[in-house]
């Protein structure tokens, strides 16, 4: 099976940010293109694996295929939090928050939890749009490929290992969570939101 490979996308928010530095970015891009570079090298190797040997137990394909999809998630969640940060932070209009409105108790209520499940997360905390049930869900991971809900569509993704804060906070995530909405340019979100839709209707 031919791999095409992957090739890290830039980035405008790799630089200082309002209380996030520009080490912590710049370190943090780093991991982003390692994961980038393991999903190419961990296909290379699927390619040529032997498949006859594959074992629940233990087979070299089932630890390709597991470190796969932890370094394709590392990819695709790294994606996500570096698209939509360097905005003015605030509070999101349109549609975002017509239905943050809808599917939780209000913005407050949902920016709470939110918080309080970038605390409880070891790894990532997404606002993602489930399309069995047509809402917007708060879903949080342990690491990149852990905790998925089937049929959801990350919009909003927070990063909240340790990497993505330490150099500027130490152990206080709670302040880095707040330079997260303050950086966060809601009209990613939207844009986010928006293809989640039109995905909907063409699966309707």
């Given at each position: 099976?031919?791999w095409k490979?992957l090739?890290?996308?830039?980035?405008?928010?790799?630089?200082?940010?309002?209380?996030?530095s520009?080490?912590?970015?710049?370190?943090?891009?780093?991991?982003?293109?390692?994961?980038?570079?393991?999903?190419?090298?961990i296909?290379?190797?699927?390619?040529?694996?032997d498949?006859?040997?594959?074992?629940?137990?233990?087979?070299?394909?089932r630890?390709?295929?597991?470190?796969?999809?932890?370094?394709?998630?590392?990819?695709?969640?790294?994606?996500?939090?570096?698209?939509?940060?360097?905005?003015?932070?605030?509070?999101?209009?349109?549609?975002?928050?017509?239905?943050?409105?809808?599917?939780?108790?209000g913005?407050?209520?949902?920016l709470?939890?939110?918080?309080?499940a970038?605390?409880?997360?070891?790894?990532?905390?997404?606002?993602?749009?489930?399309?069995?049930?047509?809402?917007?869900?708060?879903?949080?991971?342990?690491?990149?490929n852990?905790?998925?809900?089937w049929?959801?569509?990350?919009?909003?993704?927070?990063?909240?290992?340790?990497h993505?804060?330490?150099?500027?906070?130490?152990?206080?995530r709670?302040?880095?969570?707040?330079?997260?909405?303050?950086?966060?340019?809601?009209?990613?979100?939207?844009?986010?939101?928006?293809?989640?839709?039109?995905?909907?209707?063409?699966?309707?």
């Amino acid at each position: 099976m031919p791999w095409k490979d992957l090739s890290a996308k830039t980035f405008a928010s790799i630089r200082e940010l309002s209380g996030i530095s520009q080490r912590t970015q710049e370190e943090h891009y780093e991991l982003y293109k390692g994961y980038v570079n393991k999903v190419n090298e961990i296909q290379k190797k699927l390619d040529s694996v032997d498949r006859a040997a594959a074992n629940q137990i233990y087979s070299e394909y089932r630890a390709l295929r597991t470190d796969l999809s932890f370094a394709i998630g590392g990819v695709k969640n790294h994606e996500t939090y570096f698209a939509h940060l360097g905005g003015k932070g605030g509070q999101p209009g349109g549609r975002v928050m017509e239905l943050i409105q809808r599917d939780f108790p209000g913005y407050d209520q949902w920016l709470a939890d939110f918080k309080a499940a970038g605390l409880a997360a070891r790894g990532w905390v997404w606002l993602a749009y489930d399309h069995d049930w047509n809402v917007l869900t708060t879903a949080t991971g342990d690491a990149q490929n852990t905790f998925p809900i089937w049929n959801a569509t990350p919009i909003l993704a927070m990063d909240v290992y340790e990497h993505a804060y330490w150099l500027d906070y130490g152990r206080a995530r709670a302040k880095y969570i707040d330079a997260f909405f303050n950086n966060l340019d809601w009209d990613v979100v939207a844009q986010n939101l928006d293809r989640a839709l039109a995905m909907q209707q063409v699966h309707k």
